[in-house]
C-alpha cells in the first residue's frame, strides 16, 4: 500500500489506484472501524439491532446519542460510524420511506429502502467534491417477504445478513457470530447472543446506559426501540 | 500523526486520512480549544451556561463581545471558537426557532434546534470549497421534556450532557465537573460550580466584566443573561 | 508504465498519457479484475449469463447480492466490478428499456440498449469531477435480429461475442472457453461450459449460493433467473 | 521533450508548453496511433473506406465492432482510436445531418459536416474539465461538388485528401499511398490497393471479419458497407 | 509557525491548520498591519476617528484618499488595509444602513450595522473561492444606547472599544490609549491624544493634509469630517 | 527565464510572473510561430493576404486548408497558427458583421470588427479554465476611412500595419518588408512582394497549390480569393 | 521575497502571504512597468494625458495602437500595460458615463467613474478564477469641482494627482514631475514639462507618431485627442 498511497491515489474520491482500488472508500471504512460496534441479528421470530455507545463522560446524556433509529413504523437502522453522516442517511431514508406510502399507498420494503440509500451513497463515491459517507447502516424490517436485515457499505454496495457485526472489533464478533448463529434462534436469544459478544470484545462493562436495542417482532411487525429497564433485563441475563 | 499530516490527508474536508479520520474536523475542534472555556450545567431547576471571555485590551467594551445568546425565549446558548462562526450559527437557530413558531405555532424543542444545526455543520465536513465551524455551541432550554443542554460538535454529531465544559482547558474543567456535578444541586450552586472550574484553570481574576451568565428556569421557562450586578453578587459569592 | 505513474498522467480521467493512454479507465478495468468471475454464453437456443459470487460471510444471505439482473422481459445483464457503479448502469438500463417501449411500441434491441449505456460509459471518461465506471456488463437478449451478448468496456466501447469471460481469472477461463466453445452447443451444455470454467479457476466449491445463472431461450423469448434448485440440478451435472 | 513534460505542460488541455505545443492534443494523436490503421481512398468514381479491426478473442463477433459509419444517405465515416469517442462524434454528425435537411431541405455537404464536427472537437482543446477526442474520422461522400474525403483532427483542425491512413503504421500506409496513388484508379483499384497496404503492414491474415469496407459511389450517390461476401471477393483479389 | 506554513495550512481560506488557526485570516491582519494607523476614541461627548494617510508623492492629492468615510447620518467609519478591500465594506455598510431606513423608517444601530458587515466578513473566510478581506473597519456612531465605537475584524468576529488603534505601530499606540485614555475626557482632548499618538509613532510630520478626522457629537448626532483648517487647528495645539 | 517557468508561473493564464508576464500569452505566440508564414500588405490601391500553407502530404488536397478567409463582402482575414481556433474567431467575424448589417443597415468597420474579435481574445486571456487563441488573425478590409489592414494578438491587442508578417520567420520576412514596402506600391507589386519574402524564408518551392492570396481593391471594394491560376501568374512573375 | 515566492503565496489572487501582501496585485503593477509610460498633469486650465507607444515595426500604423481614449465629452483617460485589459475598462467607463446620462440626466463626475472602475477591479482581486488587472488608467476631467486627475492601481485602489506618471521609468518620471510642477503652470508648459520628462528616460527619439496626447480645458470642458499636427508643434518646441 505504501507505493500507492504516497503516489495520491488516495486523495480523491475520483481516482482509481492502479489495482482498482478506491482508497477513500475504504478508508470510510476505516472511519467506522473506530467508532464501537453495532450488531445485527435476524432470526425467525424478528429483528434485532444492538449497539454500543461510547460515552464521553459520566455527565454525558446516554439518551441523547442514538444509534438506532425508528425508520418507519416496519423498519429500523442501527449505524457504526460518523453521527453526522448516519443522520444524512437517517433523514434520507424517513424521507424515502413516507414518499412510498404517499405514493403508492403501501409501506416500502426493507430491500426498496436499502437501495435507495445506497444509490445515494454511491454518488458520494463517483463524483468530485464530496467525500464517500463514513457509516455503516444496519436495516432490519419486516415485510410481505418476511425479516430482512441488510447493511449498506460505503462504496455503495449492500448485502444481506443472517447476523453481522460492524464497527471497532467487528471482526472477532463476526467470528463469534458465525460459531454461535443458529437459523432456529428466539429474538431473546439474539439479543444475548450480540450482548454476550459485546462483552467479549470491550472491557467497559455494558450497562442500560451504553447499550442500545432495537427490535422488530413477527407478531406485530412494529419496529420498537427497548427502554433502559428492558435493556437491563437483557443485561442481566448475559451478566 | 506526522506521516498522515505530511502525506496531505489535512488539507480538504473531502479526502479521509487511511485510518479514517477527518483531520480538518479535529483541527477545527483545536480552534474551539484555543478560545477561553465555556461550561453548561443543567440541574432540575434549570439550565445555566457560563462564559469567560478575553479581553483584548483594558479599553475593550466587555459587553460587545457575546459568547451568550438568547435564542427564543425558551433557550439559549453559549459558545467556544470562532465568534464569526458561531454567529452563523446563533442566525441560524433564530431562524429555525421562528420558523418552527410559524409552521406549528409551538417553540422548538432543544432537541430538535440542536439537530437541525447539527445537520448545517454536517454539510460543511462533506462538500468541498467550505471549511468545517470552528465552533462550538451548548444549547440550554426548556421544553415539555424538561430542562435540556446539548453541544453541537463540528463533525456534525451533537451530544446531551448534564454538565460540561468546551475551550480551552476543558479537559481539566470537565473532570472537575465529573467530580463535583451532583444531579441535586441547586441552580444557584451551578454557577457557582461552574466560577469555581473558571476560577481554577485561569489566572486572570473573575470579574462581571469577563465573565457572561445565561440561565433559565423552570420555574418562569425564560432564558435571560445576567446583568453585570447579578454576575457581580455570584463571582463574590465564590471569591 | 513506471514513468509515466510517477509523472501523474494517470490521477484524472481528462489527462491523456503521453502514450495515449487513459490510465483510469485502466485502472477501472483492474477494479473489475478484483471481482469473482462472470461468464455470458451465447448459443443458437439463447443466451446464458452464469456469475461467481464472493461470500463475505457464511452468514451473508447469497440471495442479497446479485450480480445477474433482469432488465426487461427479453433482455438480461450480468455484472463483475463495483455493485454501487452497476446499479447505476442496470437502473439506467431499465429506464432506457421502458422508455423504448413507451416512445416506440416496442422493446428495445439488445444492441441499442448497449449502445445507450455505453454512450453514458463514454461520459465519464471524458469529462473532469468524475470517474468512470468501475464495472462491466454482460447484456444477453433476443430480439429480431436472434440471440445476442454484449460486453460494456469502462472506456465507452462494446463488444459483440458468442462467449466471453470477464472479473477475475478472466484471461484462463476465455482461453478455456475459446477452445470448447462450438457454435452447436445446447443451452444447457453452455452452462456446464461456465460452471466447468468456474469451477477450474476457483478453489472454493461452487454452490447454489455463491453462483448465479440466467438465461433467455429462443423459444419463449423471455429473461429468467434460475433457483437454488435449478442451478442445484447444474452443478451435480458439472461434479 | 523530456523537459517540458517533466514540467507538466502536458497534464492539461488548457495549458500551452513553451514552445507553443498542446500536448494533450499530441497525446491524443498517439491514442489514435493504437489503434490498428483505417484508409481512406477518393476517386473519380467515389470514395472508399477501409478499416482494420483488431479481434480481442476468437469469440469475439466481428459485426459488433463498428469502424465504418454509414452518416447519411449520401456520406460515411470511418474512424480510428477510441471507440467511445468516436460513437460521440457519429452521433452528433448524424444530428447534424438531419438537422439540416430539415432546416434546409437539402442534404448537407460533406465540408459543412466535416467543419461542424470539428468546431465540436476544437472546444475540447480550450475548455478545461475536458480531454481532447482520442479520435480521428475519415468523412467520405458525394455532393454538388463531387466526391471528397477529410480526415478531423484532435486539434479541432480538418484536412482533404485524395487517400490517407490513420492509426498503427499510418506513416508506412501514407507511404505506399503516396506512389501507387493514380488518379484514374477505378473504386474497386482503390479498394485493392487499401487492402494491400493493411496486409504489407500486420502480419494478421486479412479476413471478411477483420476487415470493413464502407463505399459511396458517384453512380448513385449512396453510402453502403460492403457485406461478408463482397469483402471475400476483394480479398481474394488481392490474395 | 515554520512547519505549518511549509505543510501548506495557510494556502486556502477553507483549511484550518492543526492547531486550529486559519492562517490566511491572520495574514489579512497582516495587511492591515502594513498600512498607517487608524485611531477610534470614544467619550461621553462622542466619538472621533484620526486616521494617518501614506502620502505617495509630494504631487498625490491628499482628499482624493479616503480613510474615514460617512456611511450615514449618525454613523462613521475609519479604515485601515487595502483601499479597494474597504471601499466594498463601506459600500455595503451605505446600503444596509439606507436600507433599514426604507424597512422600518429609523436609522440603524451602530451595533446592528457592524455585525451585518461582519457576517459578510465571515462568509469571506469560510468559503473557497475568494480571499479575507485585508482590512480593518473602525465604526463610530450615536443612537438611543449612546456613543458606540466597534472594530470589525478579517475573522468575522468584532469588537467593542472605548478607544482603539488598528495598522501600523497600533501596538505601541493601544499601550499609550491605555495609559492616557479616562473616561471623562473630552472630544477635542480624545482627539488630541489621537494625533499625539500617531506623532510618537511615526518620523513623518504631522499636516493637515496627510491626517483626516472624522466626529460624531452627542449633541447634534450629526457625523461630520474635518476639513483641513479645523484639521490644522488640532495639529498646532499638539505641535 | 528558467526559475519563472520552474516555478510555475507559466501554467495557468490567470497568473502573473513576478515580472509582470502572462506566459501562457507568450506561448501562444510560440504556437504560431510553429506555423507556415502569413502576410498582409496595405496600398493606396487595396489589401493583399498571403498566406504559405504547409502540405502534409503529396494526397492532401491544397484546397481543402484555407488560411484566408472571405469574412464579408468588404473584409478578408489570413490566419497563422491553429486551424481550429482560427475557425472559432472567423465564425465570430462572420456573426459580428452580419449582426452589424442587421442592426445597422451598414457593413462593420474594419476596425471595429478588429476590435470585437479582440475583446473576445482578451477574455481568454483573463478566465480561468481556458487557455489562450493560439492563432494570430491578419485582417483586412476597406471602409469609409479607406483600406486598413490590423493584426490580432493572442494578448487582446491589436494592431494596424502597412504591411505585415507573422508565423514562422516572421523576424525574417517583416525585415525584408520594412527594407522594400514603399507607399506607393501597386497591389500586385505587393503581391510579389509578399511572394518574394515567402520564397527567400522556404526552401520549400511555392505553388499554387501551396499558396494562398486574398485581396481586396479599392475600385471594386469586394474581398475575394484568387484562384489556382490567377495565383500561378503571381508566381510565374516572382520565378 | 525568495521564501514567499518559493513557498508559492504568488500563485493565486486569493492567497495572502504571511506578511500581508497579494503578489498577483504587485505583479500586475510589474506588468505596467514593462510597458511605455503614460503621464498626467493636472494645470488650473486643464487636465493633459502623455503617452508615449512603443512601435512595434515602422510599418506600424501608428494610430493603430491607442493609448488615450475619450471616456465622455467631458472625461478622458490614458493607459499603461496590457492593451486588452485597458480595452476592458475603457468600455466599461464609457458604459457607466452613458448609464449616468441616462439615469441622471447629467454627466458623470469623474471621481465617481473611477471609484466605478476600481469597484471592477477590486472584484478581480479577491475571487478566484480571474486575474488582476495588468494595466493602470489615467483619468482626467473637469466637472462642478473642477479639473481632476485619478490613477486607479490594479488593487482597487484609486489616487488623486496633480501630475504622475506609470509604466517604464516612472520612478524617474515622477522624480522630475514633483521637482518640475508648479500650480501655475499653464497647460502648455504641462504638456511640455511632461515631453521633456519622456525625453529624458528614453533614447527613441519622440515623433507624433509615438506619441499621443489628450487634453481638457477648462474654458471648453470637452476631451480631445490632438492630431499629429499639433502634437509635431508640441515636439518642435521641446527639441
Redesign the interface.
Known sequence: ?FTS????????????????????VE????????APPTIGIKTKEGVALIAKKRM??????A???EKVFRIDEHIGAAMAG????A??LV?RAREESQSNRLSFKEPITT?LLT?RL??L??L???????????VILLIGGIDDSGP?L?MT?P??????????AVGAESDRI?EV??KK?REDLSLDEAIKLGLNCLKEVDKEELTSENVEIGLIRIKDKKFKKLGREEIGKYLKMVS
Open positions: 500500500m498511497t504516497m503516489a495520491g491515489y488516495d486523495r480523491a474520491i475520483t481516482v482509481f489506484s492502479p489495482d482498482g482500488k478506491l482508497f477513500q478508508y470510510a471504512v476505516s472511519a467506522v472501524k473506530r464521553l463522560s459520566k455527565l454525558m446524556e439518551e441523547s446519542v460518523l453521527y453526522g453522516d443522520r444524512v433523514n430491500l437501495r445506497s444509490n451513497i454511491q458520494f463515491t463517483q463524483n468530485a467534491g464530496v467525500r464517500p459517507f463514513g430482512s441488510y457499505h462504496s455503495g454496495a449492500y448485502y444481506g445478513y443472517k447476523a453481522v463476526n457470530l458465525e448463529y
